[in-house]
T-cell receptor, first 112, second 111 residues
Framework: NAGVTQTPKFQVLKTGQSMTLQCAQD?????MYWYRQDPGMGLRLIYY???????DKGEVPNGYNVSRLNKREFSLRLESAAPSQTSVYFC???????????FGSGTRLTVV | GESVGLHLPTLSVQEGDNSIINCAYS??????FIWYKQESGKGPQFIID?????DKRQGQRVTVLLNKTVKHLSLQIAATQPGDSAVYFC??????????FGKGTRLHILP
C-alpha cells in the first residue's frame, strides 16, 4: 500500500546541473501529474500524463521535461537547473478526476 | 482567467469550535471540486469532494457547500481539533483530468 513514491526527498543542485525526479505509483492509475509548490503560490501544474505514452504541458512547463516510462512511472527532468526552480515538487496520480488525486510526500529541491 | 482563490490566508479557531474555510472560483464550467489538507512536510491529502450537480456533501466532521450562483465553495469542520491544524486547499477541475489548486488557507487551532 505504498501509494505514490517520490525520490529523492531532498536535493541540492548547483546552477546548471541536471537531475531527474522519480515518481512511481502502485494503484494502477491512468493519470499522473507533476506540481511545484512555492510559498504563497499554492500548487502549480508543471506537466501531466493522461495515460501511458502521452504527456502534456501544464501551467509552468518551462525548464522541465517529463517521461511517462510506463503506467507506473512518471519522471520529471531539469536539464539545467536555475535558482528559480527551487521549490517543493509533488507527484500525484488518479484513476479518473472524480476520484481525486493521491499525492506523494514531495521532493524538496534547492538550486544554489 | 481561470483561477481558484481563497478569501483568507490564515484562520485561527478555538479548539472545539467549528471552522469555515472559504474559496471562490472563477470558471463557471468547472464541474468538480475538491478540498485537500496539507500538513507540514507532507503532500496534500484528499478530504472531500463535490460535483457541480450537488450543493452540499457531508463526510466525517466535514461538510462542503457549493454555491454555483456566486461561484463559492466552503469547507466546514465541526468541533475543530489540534490535528486539524494544516493548510487547506480548494481545487477545481476545469478540463479533462487537470485540477487547478488555490493558494491555500492555513488553519491555526487555539488551545
Amino acid at each position: 500500500n505504498a501509494g505514490v513514491t517520490q525520490t529523492p526527498k531532498f536535493q541540492v543542485l548547483k546552477t546548471g546541473q541536471s537531475m531527474t525526479l522519480q515518481c512511481a505509483q502502485d494503484m494502477n492509475h491512468n493519470s499522473m501529474y507533476w506540481y511545484r509548490q512555492d510559498p504563497g503560490m499554492g500548487l502549480r501544474l508543471i506537466y501531466y500524463s493522461a495515460s501511458e505514452g502521452t504527456t502534456d504541458k501544464g501551467e509552468v512547463p518551462n525548464g522541465y521535461n517529463v517521461s511517462r516510462l510506463n503506467k507506473r512511472e512518471f519522471s520529471l527532468r531539469l536539464e539545467s537547473a536555475a535558482p528559480s526552480q527551487t521549490s517543493v515538487y509533488f507527484c500525484a496520480s488518479t484513476r479518473q478526476k472524480t476520484y481525486g488525486y493521491t499525492f506523494g510526500s514531495g521532493t524538496r529541491l534547492t538550486v544554489v | 482567467g481561470e483561477s481558484v482563490g481563497l478569501h483568507l490566508p490564515t484562520l485561527s479557531v478555538q479548539e472545539g469550535d467549528n471552522s469555515i474555510i472559504n474559496c471562490a472560483y472563477s470558471n463557471s464550467a468547472s464541474d468538480y471540486f475538491i478540498w485537500y489538507k496539507q500538513e507540514s512536510g507532507k503532500g496534500p491529502q484528499f478530504i472531500i469532494d463535490i460535483r457541480s450537480n450537488m450543493d452540499k456533501r457531508q463526510g466525517q466532521r466535514v461538510t462542503v457547500l457549493l454555491n454555483k450562483t456566486v461561484k463559492h465553495l466552503s469547507l466546514q469542520i465541526a468541533a475543530t481539533q489540534p490535528g486539524d491544524s494544516a493548510v487547506y486547499f480548494c481545487a477545481e477541475n476545469i478540463w479533462d483530468d487537470k485540477i487547478i489548486f488555490g493558494k491555500g488557507t492555513r488553519l491555526h487551532i487555539l488551545p
